[in-house]
């Protein structure tokens, strides 16, 4: 089956410091990623869509210059928190959408904690 | 009210059936998603329906639609304690976009 893997699965970084998360299509190309966030208890925030070789699309509300988003290949995403504060702390999904079907394959997700 | 709600709390015995339910507003969607998430993981695609089905069935799941009043259900038949986990119900919300509930979480006990 299709698997999305993230790295790392859990960081600790100290306030003011940027963290990259990656976001990778092992057997498949993706044409279209998305990255979403979710807190404690509660559902998936779609932050963005991220295509291939393209700007990503931010959900209304999301700070684009603090969430920059890269897809340079068809395997792999890459999401940058910038300045990151304790607010930012949650775990952050990604999913990654193949060019054929209507299923996305989510990652494992990653655990961002701001000290 | 949110486009996606789920009740938040479901409990049952094991061997019993568990029923999910959910309800959205917006009836654009092609497709109606079920996912499963257990504690610190991602979500697991168990089943979705395309929007002019009823019903469909896969094993222990079995899912209903009735659009009319737009609301979708899960059933799981002889629930375990390996189910227990939190059930997201999502949408469609094009561009290959999902729109997810808050999710359901479920404990099964003994």
């Known amino acids: 089956g299709a698997v999305v893997s993230q790295h790392p699965s859990r960081v600790i970084c100290k306030s003011g410091t940027s963290v990259k998360i990656e976001c990778r299509s092992l057997?498949?190309?993706?044409?279209?990623m998305f990255w979403y966030r979710q807190f404690p208890k509660q559902s998936l925030m779609l932050m963005a869509t991220?295509?291939?070789?393209?700007?990503?699309?931010?959900e209304q509300g999301v700070e684009k210059d603090k969430f920059l988003i890269n897809h340079a290949s068809l395997t792999l995403s890459t999401l940058t928190v910038t300045s990151a504060h304790p607010e930012d702390s949650s775990f952050y999904i990604c999913?990654?959408?193949?060019?054929?079907?209507?299923?996305?394959?989510f990652g494992p997700g990653t655990r961002l904690t701001v000290t | 009210g949110e486009d996606v709600e789920q009740s938040l709390f479901l409990s049952v015995r094991e061997g019993d059936s568990s029923v999910i339910n959910c309800t959205y507003t917006?009836?654009?969607?092609?497709?109606l998603y079920w996912y499963k998430q257990e504690p610190g993981a991602g979500l697991q695609l168990l089943t979705y329906?395309?929007?002019?089905?009823d019903m469909k069935q896969d094993q222990r799941l079995t899912v209903l639609l009735n659009k009319k009043d737009k609301h979708l259900s899960l059933r799981i038949a002889d629930t375990q304690t390996g189910d227990s986990a939190i059930y997201f119900c999502?949408?469609?919300?094009?561009?290959?976009?999902?729109?997810f509930g808050a999710g359901t979480r479920l404990a099964v006990h003994p």
């Open positions: 329906i395309f929007s002019n089905m």
């Open positions: 999502a949408r469609g919300g094009g561009y290959n976009k999902l729109i």
């Open positions: 917006d009836s654009s969607s092609t497709y």
């Open positions: 057997d498949f190309q993706a044409t279209t």
């Open positions: 999913s990654a959408h193949p060019a054929q079907g209507n299923e996305q394959y």
């Open positions: 991220s295509n291939e070789g393209s700007k990503a699309t931010y």
